[in-house]
């Protein structure tokens, strides 16, 4: 026998036979149409017949949808058993997103079981949608004295690009300030923006109206804001070394963010609306507030105090002046010398006294303090007194047998003559003194000039009885700059020239010049 013959005969006998084909499910997959349409933010529904034509039964049956992700959303369908020949019915919907562009998309109805896939192709068109919004943004209220800026937007809401045109006017309560128009398009959920720009505009109302066009679909929108000033007030004031400026609403709270420039440098008001700058040496202070976009100018006038002395017996007399030599009232005084302390306060006249026994003598330093000036410190020296010559009484004593001589001499006092010498003179020159100082005072202006070190200080003041008009001071000076606190000042060369068109009976005004 063959050999090969024998060995498939032995296969035969030994193995069961195999058949040809395994018994599996067939699944197949039918919807009463393939085409559906819809616009962004329709549901699609389609009902789906499956049936197991098979000589299996399928288990765990999913019937889902596949297709593009973006723009789309899908349902699925679980079927847990379906005999042979048997079919059941399920539903499966598509969601058209908003972001869902226009046009025609190829997606297929699915059927899975086990690894076996079964498929539907289907078609969904997307129907094309015009729409967009408009939108103006800007805030309600501003501040007068701020830039504004207003963003125009367009945003497209369509799933296809718009063409169209857009435009817009800007109007005051005095009529149209701009205006401006554009044709353009916009792709699918995108949008168009344009900055209208106003700087520092006037105190009142503002209106903008924003018109679009695209594909017949027409649309506007208006928005109004208000340009606002706060009813602010400020004061400034010197004391105690320190510029105060403040500032305040109608309510009389301080107002924040202010901003107040002094001698050039920049500061914004605290929280309690403050700024404070320390005022070293004295002088005409200037000081610029912008208050809400209204810009106010002030000055601040900073006086030094100037101590003179002078000594009688063990009391030091002690003047406090001002740079006009005027006596200063209710300033402390404190006198520190080699055996302590002593304290005083000046009178209406700027004077006070201070007992050398206290402080001692030799070496004293007089502080003078006031919170409206600027303090000052000087250091002198004062001797003791000689003491008072006094009168001697000589005795002279003899020894007798009967008495006792004394013999007392002192000195001889001369009765003065009564004559009245210069007195009628001087009385005369005081009358004709008190004449003409009245008359200056009450008639003619007073000006005072004073240095103190790199500044040049001048002040004038109108008598009480009349004003002063078309005053002009000239001082030929090398200055490096020069401000008043009334009139206009100017730096020819080396000559300085003030002019003050007219100053109220007793209205002062002060001239600082920096050397």
């Known amino acids: 026998m063959n050999k090969w013959l024998a060995i498939a005969l032995i296969f035969v006998l030994v193995f069961p036979t195999i058949p040809l084909v395994k018994a599996q499910p067939l699944i197949v997959i039918s919807v009463p149409q393939d085409y559906f349409e819809g616009k962004p933010g329709d549901i699609i529904k389609i009902p789906v017949t499956v049936k197991n034509v098979g000589n299996e039964t399928a288990y765990n049956i999913t019937v889902y949808i596949s297709g593009p992700v973006k723009g789309f959303q899908y349902t699925m369908a679980p079927i847990s058993k379906l005999e042979p020949n048997q079919n059941t019915s399920v539903e499966l919907t598509i969601y058209i997103k908003d972001d869902a562009r226009a046009g025609t998309y190829d997606l297929k109805i699915v059927g899975r079981v086990g690894a076996l896939l079964f498929e539907k192709p289907i078609k969904v068109r997307v129907l ?37 045109t857009i435009s817009y006017e800007l109007y005051s309560e005095e009529g149209l300030l701009k205006k401006n128009s554009w044709v353009t398009y916009i792709n699918p959920q995108e949008k168009w923006e344009y900055t209208v720009f106003l700087p520092k505009p006037k105190v009142g109302k503002y209106t903008i109206i924003l018109r679009a066009e695209f594909a017949g679909i027409t649309k506007t929108l208006t928005k109004s804001f208000l340009v606002y000033r706060r009813n602010l007030t400020y004061e400034a004031y010197f004391e105690n070394g320190i510029i105060y400026v403040r500032v305040v ?5 301080g107002v924040k963010d202010i901003p107040v420039e002094i001698e050039g440098v920049l500061f914004k008001t605290d929280s309690y609306g403050f700024v404070k700058y320390e005022a070293k040496e004295p002088g005409v202070y200037k000081i610029k507030l912008n208050l809400d976009g209204r810009i106010v100018e002030t000055f601040v006038e900073v006086k030094k105090l100037f101590v003179n002395w002078d000594q009688k017996n063990e009391t030091l007399i002690v003047y406090v002046r001002d740079a006009s030599g005027k006596g200063i009232s209710n300033v402390s005084l404190e006198a520190v010398g080699p055996s302590g302390k002593a304290y005083a306060v000046t009178d209406e006249n700027g004077q006070a006294e201070i007992s050398l026994n206290e402080t001692g003598y030799g070496l004293i330093t007089i502080k003078a303090k006031s919170s409206r000036y600027i303090g000052s410190e000087v250091s002198i020296t004062v001797e003791k007194p000689k003491p ?16 006792i001589q004394i013999n007392e001499t002192s000195p001889q006092i001369e009765q003065p003559k009564k004559t009245y010498g210069y007195l009628p003179i001087i009385l005369i020159l005081s009358a004709m003194l008190f004449g003409i100082t009245s008359y200056a005072a009450f008639f003619m202006p007073i000006k005072l000039e004073e240095q103190l070190d790199k500044y040049y200080f001048v002040k004038v003041k109108a008598p009480k009885l009349r004003g002063i008009k078309n005053f002009k001071y000239e001082k030929v000076i090398n200055a490096v700059d020069a ?22 009976p007793e209205e002062e005004a002060f001239l600082q010049v920096l050397l």
Do not use: F, M, P
């Open 128 to 164: 094309t949608v015009i729409d967009y919004k408009l939108d103006i943004q800007v805030e309600d209220k501003y501040l007068y004295g701020s830039d504004i800026e207003a963003n125009l937007v367009v945003r497209s809401l369509s799933n296809g690009v718009i063409v169209g």
């Open 249 to 253: 609403d109608k309510e009389g709270n």
């Open 388 to 403: 008072k010559e006094t009168s001697t009484i000589t005795i002279t004593t003899t020894t007798t047998s009967t008495h």
């Open 483 to 504: 401000r008043a606190t009334k009139g206009k000042v100017s730096i020819d060369g080396n000559k300085v020239v003030w002019e003050i068109e007219e100053l109220e």
